[in-house]
């Protein structure tokens, strides 16, 4: 069965420190990954995948196979990085499905 | 562009109580998926619409159930109330033939059971 996991439910860093989301899946697939995002008033919108290979807001992710793991980065966090991340698993890769499945969410938090 | 609106914002019902959510999707969109999100919780993957059919459901009772109409709105309605219930419910609109796996959520729809 698909299952995302997000260990940790709060995480806070200082400005300019590096931060690391962690996010581990199983499926016996070859899953799409994302990341999900919601700032404070705002709805849940998309982050990154991992199959645009891009640096969104200063963010990587990589997809560990071997690890099953899918962890965001970011090398300097910001203020405004302050929200709630979630982590999501595509089991239907190429498909337009819109079944995804969500980890609980990291809320992270940025101190000035 | 119009995003994905939701009504109503909030609601309280009570337990055995009938309960319908509207969603419009975003212009352009044709597909529509309802998650349900408990508090603490990611969201949950309820059922999809496509050309105006069920197509796709998770683990939820049949007494959840939808529809999609031809300007690709939805409903989600939801039988014999219970308290388990209370959650922000989730529309999120996508296209057929666009990017897979991104969703372009509304805002949700409270609602709580007493």
Not at chain 1, 2 to 29: D, I
Not at chain 2, 44 to 64: A, C, D, T, V
Not at chain 2, 86 to 94: D, I, P, Q, R, V
Request: hydrophobic share 30%; charged share 20%; with cysteine.
């Amino acid at each position: 069965a698909q299952r995302v996991t997000q260990p940790e439910k709060l995480l806070s860093v200082f400005k300019g420190a590096p931060v690391e989301l962690k996010c581990n899946y199983s499926y016996s697939g070859s899953p799409e990954l994302f990341w999900y995002v919601q700032y404070s008033r705002q709805r849940l919108q998309l982050l990154l995948r991992h199959i645009s290979r891009e640096s969104i807001k200063g963010f990587t992710a990589d997809l560990n196979k071997g690890e099953t793991s899918f962890h965001l980065k970011k090398p300097f966090a910001q203020e405004e990085d302050s929200a709630m991340y979630y982590c999501a698993l595509n089991p239907n890769r190429g498909s337009t499905l819109g079944r995804l499945y969500f980890g609980r969410g990291t809320q992270l938090t940025v101190w000035p | 562009e119009t995003g994905v609106t939701q009504s109503p914002t909030h609601l309280i019902k009570t337990r055995g109580q009938q309960v319908t959510l509207r969603c419009s999707s975003q212009s352009g969109h044709n597909t529509v998926s309802w998650y349900q999100q408990a508090l603490g919780q990611g969201p949950q993957f309820i059922f999809q619409y496509y050309r105006e059919e069920e197509n796709g459901r998770g683990n939820f009772p049949p007494r959840f159930s939808g529809l999609q109409f031809p300007n690709y709105s939805s409903e989600l309605n939801v039988n014999a109330l219970e308290l388990d219930d209370s959650a922000l419910y989730l529309c999120a609109s996508s296209s057929a033939s666009g990017n897979t796996g991104e969703l372009f959520f509304g805002e949700g729809s409270r609602l709580t059971v007493l």
